[in-house]
């Protein structure tokens, strides 16, 4: 059979992948001195490579392969975790998570892990929780920036401010940490302080539409519509999302001009 030219270039593309996956993987073990196709963590270890390479079935092919030679092979369930998650499976990805975290719980990204899963299917006590137990372990910049979203999405704000400053104090250089803050300081009626939050967070990203949403919004709650203005003019072209795009036509609407 003959294939058209792309796809034979396509197959030939997964086929040295593959290629690449095994060589890797093999490398790798042969320096251990392993290397058994019965070694879960052979298996294993080739599915890290095939995701690493963005090959996320075969990951799945391999962590498959990893529990079915241990069931309770920690890296097997966190590979299938990774390889789901990235697939934007995550319904199937939160059990893997889960019980990685149950294998290893002294490991602070099992918890992290699982806590993201947590998250993103809106399970905010579970995933606080989560999250929790993953600083304890380990205090990551990234962790706090994630309690402070869960916290905030329960209502409790001054925990959530006091997450994201523990996360800017650890990463001062997170645009998406600085916009959180600006959020949460809104939701205290804190308008100025929110203004001053977004403004920092344009300083590291000067592109970012929420960003410069946000920051007209700020100066909007906080009675100054002139400086709100320019900002929302210049945001509303760029965005796509007609609900938001309304609302901001309606800010726009309601400034009287100078």
């Known amino acids: 059979m003959i294939f058209p030219m792309k796809t034979t270039r396509y197959l030939l593309a997964v086929v040295l992948a593959v290629c690449v996956i095994g060589c890797a993987a093999a490398e790798a073990q042969k320096q251990k001195g392993k290397g058994s196709e019965n070694d879960p963590q052979y298996q294993y270890e080739k599915g890290v490579v095939a995701l690493n390479y963005g090959f996320p079935d075969e990951a799945i092919r391999y962590g498959n392969l990893a529990l079915s030679l241990d069931p309770n092979h920690y890296g097997g369930h966190m590979l299938l975790g990774n390889a789901y998650y990235k697939k934007g499976d995550v319904a199937r990805a939160l059990p893997e998570f889960e019980k990685a975290a149950a294998l290893k719980p002294n490991l602070p990204e099992a918890h992290f ?77 804190r308008f100025a302080e929110a203004a001053g939050s977004f403004q920092a967070g344009l300083v590291l990203a000067p592109d970012d ?47 009287k001009a100078p």
Request: glycine letters at 6%.
């Open 209 to 255: 539409i929420g960003l410069q949403v946000n920051l007209g919004i700020a100066y909007m709650n906080s009675n100054e519509p002139a400086k709100a203005k320019p900002i929302l003019e210049a945001a509303l072209p760029k965005i796509s999302d007609p609900v938001l795009k309304a609302r901001l036509e309606e800010y726009l609407k309601s400034i």
């Open 113 to 189: 892990n699982y806590g993201l899963a947590l998250f993103d299917t809106g399970e905010m006590d579970k995933a606080e929780a989560e999250f929790a137990k993953s600083e304890a372990l380990k205090e990551d910049p990234v962790t706090s920036y994630y309690l402070g979203r869960v916290r905030f999405n329960q209502h409790k704000f001054e925990q959530a401010l006091a997450d994201v400053q523990k996360s800017i104090a650890e990463n001062p250089k997170s645009p998406g940490a600085y916009n959180l803050k600006g959020v949460i300081l809104n939701q205290l009626n």
